[in-house]
């Protein structure tokens, strides 16, 4: 009954997704008329409604879940009655049918809370941007029911679920993918703002103003799934790597860099009107990645080609609707884009200049990493293979990354419209002078390669350089979307500086150990006491109890295991992390070899950390900039009402 | 003089040893250089950086450096083992990619197969310096 419940809710959601384009078109069409404003006046209610009945869907799957119903094929195909509860109710989005089901409840909801909140738009252009919403998440509903459909019932029910892949049970996955969708489905919102003010060609500051809060979230989200998903991947996989540039992980990537630039652009929009056409085209560019993104996790096409040719509905229906979302923006954008005029103009020395250079290297480094990860796919289906790792990401984007991070550094610090470089000569050559001092230590240190050697030095300028634009302010009086800029610059630095380190100074020591022996790594010593079998839930695993000392300071006992799962049946390995201010020790619990040693992997990762700290501060950046926007808005909308109301008393 | 005779001792058995004993098919669980480091720090760095850019022929997106599948378990062997005899990381590489095709490596030679892969940045970098005098220029 539940399953069923849901699957009508879905289908009610859908018709509802049919009803708001067609009465937004038909609003659109009739104008200012009595049918018109009836049309209108029903748009907002039929998004919040859609809204409400799909996340009433989402929920029966999840109530599914929680009772793993093995007469549900998606619960039998992915559950299990010995799965801890919060791995059961995470489960619901740990697959195809539920992840897609995730995507289109949170389009919706971002769709009825434009219907209940945004005011400002004018009312076409709001008629326009619900309606490009229901056009997108139309073709999401029609994938569901037509080829997904995650509340197909079994003939027999299944005696016993199939289980979770193990690597996914863990609580930093079971959030990450919810926490990218957000970012996902907040770009297709700006993607709907951008075809609306193209179809009502009211490109301005208001619609940058209303669309800034959908960009800003979004990015915090993909920023935060980014960083956590890096962590899961370091912790998770006991080889110490926290970025491999797959192309998993770049279809996450791609999106974040589209809506680094978006963010940047729209705010230019907001605050001087400019760059009006870049914006659009750069929404529009955010939001197919975040669809190209999609098709290449979901469709399957990573594992091979020829897996995609063999089973390429899913993936060509998503291929189609990516062509389709797309290829029509993109016509549409080719029609109006000589209606949407330029904008206020600026020198080249100017606030939006420094923003301009970097919005254009970050849609290179974005090409470099699309090339990177479609090349092998496409070469794969010509017929001949190819790896692009590490060896092609690292050097060839840090050509723009470099420059883009100088730029960075300096931009904040000029002047809206024109600026003379003379005038922030002092800060720059200070930057500089802060850069040496940096590189020298960080060669003394140790040095190993000269990207992680720049990466230290460009770290430090910026970290410094970040929080230059607060120079001679009263700190009490400045605004909130300052200090996010000022944290989110800071916390690139942060980032940097952890990922230069862990390149250039990580140890590694694989040794075998019988209980009682003991090993060094780096500044550690390891003294492995003990190994015995534990069990858990589901798993059984070997731990091994190790004793670590940093230099000469007290012991402190970390247990890395080396976990089986039985449903289905898998290895993993719990590796153990130890952390200092200055970095983390990870230590790894191997198998048994011939002689009866147990294989041990230990790394000391000076200053690791950094990386996901830099992360966290660069979201939280953006969570202030948020903060700050909304109050800004709310506090403007109030004195507008005030001014209103007295004018009417009078 | 006789130390470069017994590398090139040491090279010659290795190449025979290893064209009689395909590595993919190695049958023991954990060959002993898989998990052990080389006891020269320097030869064990080339060991390292040089594993760390091949690919891991059973996995996805993982180099040999860091994945427990048992094909990387016995790559790591042979790449240590190939390194201690003092063989040139690069052409234990090309041997590989002899033997698995371009796709072991990770990091692509310019070839015909992968040079729009460093074609596309250079276009990048001039459409970007296009776009950015477009932007700037011709304004004031």
Known sequence: MIAELGLAALWLAAALALLQLATGVLALRSGTSDTGAILSALVRPVAILQGLLVSFAFLMLMWLFARTDLSVALVAANSHSDKPMIFKLAGTWGNHEGSMLLWITVMALAGGLIGLAERRLPEPTLLATLSAQAFVGLGFY??????????????????????????????????????????????????????GALVTRQVGPDFARAMRPWVLGAWIFLTLGITAGSYWAYYELGWGGWWFWDPVENASLMPWLAATALLHSVSVLASRDALRAWTIMLSV??????????????????????????????????????????????????????????????????????????NVLLSAILGIVLLGTLYPILTEALGFRVSVGPPYFNPVGAIFVMPM??????????????????????????????????????????????????????????????????????????????????????GIAVALFGMSSEAAWSVEKLAALNAGDQTQVGPWTVDLTDVRPRAGPNWTAIEGTMLARYGEQDPIKVAPQSRTFWSPVQQTTESAL????????????????????WQVRLWWKPFVTFIWYGGILIGLGGLLALIGRLQGDWKRRHTERRIAERAAAA | MIARFSV?????????????????????????????????????????????????????????????????????????????????????????????????????????????????????????????????????
């Open chain 1, 142 to 195: 029609a994938f569901l029911l037509f080829s997904s459909n995650p509340f197909a019932r079994l003939a027999q029910p299944a005696a016993e679920g199939m289980g979770l892949n193990p690597l996914l049970q863990d609580i930093g996955l079971a959030l990450h993918p919810p926490t990218l969708y957000f970012g996902y489905v907040g770009l297709s919102v700006a993607f709907s703002f951008a075809v």
């Open chain 1, 578 to 597: 130890l952390t200092r201010w200055n970095g983390q020790l990870y230590a790894v619990m191997g198998s048994q070899g011939d002689d009866d040693r």
């Open chain 1, 405 to 490: 991070l100088a730029v960075m550094a300096v931009g904040p610090l000029l002047r809206w419209r024109r600026d003379r470089l003379e005038r922030i000569q002092k800060p720059a050559v200070f930057l500089i002078v802060m850069v040496i001092p940096a590189i020298i230590l960080s060669l003394m240190v140790g040095y190993s390669g000269i990207l992680p050697l720049l990466g230290v030095g460009l770290a430090a300028g910026l970290a410094v350089g970040s929080f230059l634009p607060l120079r001679g302010r009263n700190l009490l009086r400045v605004p909130l979307n300052v200090w996010g800029m000022v944290i989110s610059h800071f």
């Open chain 1, 285 to 358: 560019v955010a939001f197919s990645m975040s669809m190209l993104g999609t098709f290449l996790v979901r469709s399957g096409i990573l594992t091979s080609v020829h897996a995609f040719a063999v089973d390429p509905e899913r993936g060509t229906f998503i291929l189609a609707l990516l062509a389709l979302y797309v290829g029509g923006a993109l016509l549409l954008f080719a029609l109006r884009v000589q209606t949407v005029t330029e904008g206020e103009r600026f020198a080249v020395t100017s606030r939006e200049g420094a923003l301009v250079v970097n």
């Open chain 2, 8 to 140: 090139v001792g040491a090279l010659l058995s290795l190449m025979v040893a290893s064209l009689t004993l395909p590595i993919a098919a190695a049958a023991t669980p954990h060959p002993p250089l898989a998990y052990r480091q080389l006891d020269n720090p320097s030869r064990e760095a080339a060991a390292q950086e040089l594993m760390e850019t091949l690919r891991c022929l059973t996995c996805q997106s993982q180099s040999i450096a860091d994945s427990d599948a048992p094909m990387a378990a016995s790559m790591r062997h042979e790449v240590r083992t190939r390194i201690a005899a003092g063989e040139d990381p690069e052409a234990i590489r090309n041997w590989l990619i002899q033997r698995y095709g371009d796709y072991v490596s990770y990091s692509p030679q310019v070839g015909a197969a992968t040079w729009p892969l460093y074609a596309g940045p250079i276009v990048l970098l001039l459409i970007a310096g296009l776009l950015i005098r477009h932007r700037l220029g011709g304004k004031r």
